[in-house]
């Protein structure tokens, strides 16, 4: 069973920054997905950032030039990794629940049906 655990949440100015961290253990295939979503209040869910099983890198258009995802290859393992979710020039419609995410990639892509969840972290950005 995978499991996934997300710190680094909080209150932050518009303009600043914030970097949320996923650690993700219990991997039993060998390749997964691995993204970050985001769900604003009374909205729903949105794929932030995602790694595919390629390490292939995409963004929603909202964030692209201010939040990069990225694993911490020297914490990696076969069955365990941390993901990161750096975000710069924060703005107040991106506050949100963050949540990571992994699913294996059978036949090298991902539909995010048969996905593992975290928790989530709040982001909250003031004007």
């Known amino acids: 069973q995978v499991q996934l655990a997300e710190s680094g949440g909080g209150s932050v100015m518009a303009g600043g920054s914030l970097r949320l961290s996923c650690a993700a253990s219990?991997?039993?295939?060998?390749?997964?997905?691995l993204a970050w979503f985001r769900q604003p209040p009374g909205k729903e869910r949105e794929r932030v950032a995602l790694?595919?099983?390629?390490?292939?890198?995409?963004?929603?258009?909202?964030v692209k030039g201010r939040f990069t995802i990225s694993q911490d290859n020297a914490k990696t393992t076969l069955t365990s990794t941390t993901l990161y979710l750096q975000m710069n020039s924060l703005k107040p419609e991106d506050t949100a629940m963050y949540t990571c995410?992994?699913?294996?990639?059978?036949?090298?892509?991902?539909?995010?049906?048969?996905?593992?969840w975290g928790r989530g972290t709040q982001v909250t950005v003031s004007s």
């Open positions: 995410a992994a699913e294996a990639a059978y036949g090298g892509s991902c539909i995010w049906v048969y996905a593992f």
């Open positions: 219990g991997f039993t295939y060998d390749r997964y997905c």
């Open positions: 790694i595919d099983s390629d390490g292939g890198l995409t963004y929603a258009d909202s």
